[in-house]
């Protein structure tokens, strides 16, 4: 499994536009009757936390906006289909390293597709974050580099800062 991973800087959270909210709402919506349509899950993406969100949308419990980072975030999870999560740099020991298909500062394991840390959740206070990307499907390195550039623009186009990507 490839982990990418956008290391942001100087980024702004707040509350969630009312666009950001209804974008999401929406691609929800959409993704419900996606997922009525298909089969049941499998078991082996029910285990993800991916998989639990897609379990949940198809029962129509949609996710509710939390902030702008966290939206956008779920919204990269819905349209990219991965396992994608975001962390507080604050909260972190770096450097990251990968280890089997999770991800560690130096003290403990802070991201994989099963699990999130929630010791290093972001919020509005957040400064400095990264977002983790579980690339499990086989792809080539290029196009997950494209995907990274793509979602780290965007997060920058909401949030300001900048951004770098690294692929573990």
Do not use: W
């Not at 298909?101 to 597709?113: F, M, R, V, W």
Request: proline fraction near 2%; aromatic fraction near 10%.
């Amino acid at each position: 499994m490839q982990i990418g991973v956008i290391h942001y800087t100087n980024i702004h959270i707040s509350d969630s536009s009312t666009m950001l909210k209804g974008r999401l709402q929406f691609h929800q919506e959409l993704l419900h009757f996606d997922l009525l349509d298909s089969d049941t899950l499998t078991e082996d993406e029910i285990r993800t936390h991916h998989g639990r969100i897609l379990q949940s949308i198809q029962k129509e419990d949609y996710l509710l906006p939390i902030h702008s980072g966290i939206d956008l975030t779920h919204f990269f999870m819905l349209e990219y289909q991965l396992p994608i999560t975001l962390h507080d740099t604050g909260s972190l020991y770096l450097p990251l390293h990968k280890k089997g298909n999770a991800l560690y500062d130096q003290t403990k394991e802070i991201a994989s597709p099963f699990c999130m840390d929630q010791t290093t959740s972001t919020s509005e206070a957040t400064v400095h974050a990264i977002q983790c990307f579980f690339f499990s499907h086989a792809s080539t390195t290029h196009t997950y580099s494209e995907l990274l550039e793509a979602a780290g623009t965007m997060f920058t186009h909401v949030h300001g800062g900048t951004f770098k990507i690294e692929l573990l």
